[in-house]
């Protein structure tokens, strides 16, 4: 009996102490949201004092124009970042159809403005070499860019600065000779060449070409091989080609050896 008196006794002493701490604890609840209610009031009218300041000293047509002002760069910013995720989804999912598209455009671009630098103010665009400069980089030169750099990356993955003049020892003596050729070859034949007159156009024009291009191509190609990942290589690469197509498709164009 005795053990059971004092078990009674000290549940009963248990549930008055959770009685009294939770009257406390309500208690200080409630002053805590008073206060802050007050705090509340107190902010909101000194706010509503300092806006209204603000809007009398304002003239209240400012407030849409500097809206305006602000929307075209975050538009143009927003822009931006989704055709680049778009782009990289394309390479990602599509990747020689968009290089071949991207250097399509870049090349066409070149030779519009090779065209500009040297037409005289009697002559007009030549749409039909743009097309055919287009279609070079369309069917040949985005595959043969994708195919090459994937190669180098496989073959040399590093970026240090021996493995990079590698490739681009490789690049202006291996890629540059097949791809200038393959090039000239292309424009002639769709000119109406035959064999021997693409011969002969390869035999005056390549070695200066490529003698030309040992003075743009090796800095080129090293950024391109040292900073630029794989997947985006044929892209720079054809970015950089476009002040070097401008000089490339006015060569394309001379006259025939015979003429």
């Known amino acids: 009996m005795g053990i059971d008196h004092l078990a009674k006794l000290a549940k009963r002493s248990i549930i008055q102490q959770s009685k009294h701490r939770l009257i406390f604890n309500n208690?200080?609840?409630?002053?805590?949201f008073v206060s802050h209610y007050q705090q509340c009031r107190v902010y909101s009218a000194r706010s509503m004092n300092t806006s209204a300041t603000k809007i009398s000293k304002t003239h209240f047509l400012?407030?849409?124009f500097s809206i305006w002002k602000l929307t075209p760069s975050s538009a143009s910013a927003k822009?931006?970042?989704?055709?680049?995720?778009?782009y990289l989804g394309a390479l990602e999912s599509r990747p020689i159809i968009t290089?071949?598209?991207?250097?399509?455009?870049?090349?066409a671009a070149a030779d519009v403005t090779s065209q500009m630098i040297t037409m005289t103010p009697s002559d007009s665009l030549d749409i039909i070499r743009t097309l055919r400069m287009a279609g070079y980089a369309l069917i040949i030169l985005g595959t043969a860019q994708h195919q090459w750099f994937n190669f180098m990356g496989r073959v040399l993955p590093k970026r240090d600065v021996i493995s990079t003049l590698k490739k681009l020892l490789l690049g202006n003596f291996a890629y540059g000779p097949v791809?200038?050729?393959?090039?000239?070859?292309f424009n002639a034949a769709l000119q109406g060449e035959n064999?021997?007159?693409i011969a002969a156009r390869l035999k005056r024009d390549l070695i200066p070409t490529m003698t030309n291009g040992l003075m743009y191509w090796p800095l080129c190609d090293f950024l391109t091989y040292k900073i630029v990942?794989?997947?985006?290589q044929p892209l720079v690469n054809s970015s950089f080609s476009y002040a070097w197509t401008i000089y490339l498709t006015y060569?394309?164009?001379?006259?025939k050896v015979s003429d």
């Open 27 to 32: 208690s200080i609840s409630e002053s805590n």
């Open 62 to 64: 400012s407030f849409p």
């Open 79 to 86: 822009t931006r970042i989704g055709f680049l995720a778009w």
């Open 99 to 107: 290089k071949s598209i991207s250097s399509a455009v870049i090349f």
């Open 179 to 185: 791809i200038n050729s393959a090039f000239f070859s």
């Open 195 to 197: 064999g021997e007159e």
């Open 229 to 232: 990942p794989v997947h985006l």
């Open 251 to 255: 060569v394309a164009n001379l006259k």
